[in-house]
C-alpha cells in the first residue's frame, strides 16, 4: 500500500481493494452498495472486537482518504515484529474516527481467530 500511495499508483481509482489470495468475495451486493455511498471512505472487519487490529486481509478504501505516506511505518507488537492487523488499524483510526467507515456485516470472530467468517458475511477468509 505505502509504494501504492508514494507512486500514485491508485491516482485514477476510486477505491482500492485489498484482499488476501485466501479470501473469497461470496456475495459483493453489499459491498458495491456501501461503496457507492459518498460518506463511506472504508470497509473494515474488525479483528476479535479488538480496536486496535482491523483485519488486514481484506479491506476496501478510498485512497484520496488517506495521506500519501499512509502505511509508511509498520507497528510493533512483540519483540519488535511487525503486525499488520495492527498498522492497517492505526492508518484507518482517522477514517473511524470521523465515523467515514463501515464494518462488513455477518462476521463472526467468536472462534478467538483474526479472520472474516461467518454463514452470513459477504466474505470469508478460509484455509480449506
Request: aromatic residues 10%; glycine residues 6%.
Amino acid at each position: 500500500m505505502h509504494q501504492g500511495m508514494v507512486q500514485k499508483w491508485f491516482a485514477d481509482y476510486p477505491w482500492v481493494i485489498r484482499i488476501h489470495p485466501d479470501v473469497l468475495i461470496r456475495k459483493s451486493s453489499w459491498i458495491l452498495e456501501t461503496m457507492k455511498d459518498e460518506s463511506v471512505d472504508g470497509i473494515f472487519v474488525q479483528c476479535n472486537a479488538d480496536p486496535w487490529k482491523i483485519h488486514g486481509d481484506f479491506y476496501a478504501v478510498r485512497p484520496t482518504a488517506l495521506p500519501e505516506d499512509a502505511f509508511s511505518e509498520i507497528v510493533a507488537e512483540f519483540k519488535g515484529m511487525g503486525n499488520h492487523e495492527m498498522t492497517v488499524a492505526k492508518e484507518f483510526k482517522p477514517i473511524i474516527d470521523s465515523n467515514r467507515h463501515r464494518w462488513l456485516p455477518g462476521n463472526d470472530d467468536s472462534m478467538g481467530v483474526c479472520r472474516v467468517r461467518g454463514s452470513q458475511s459477504p466474505v470469508v477468509h478460509d484455509h480449506w
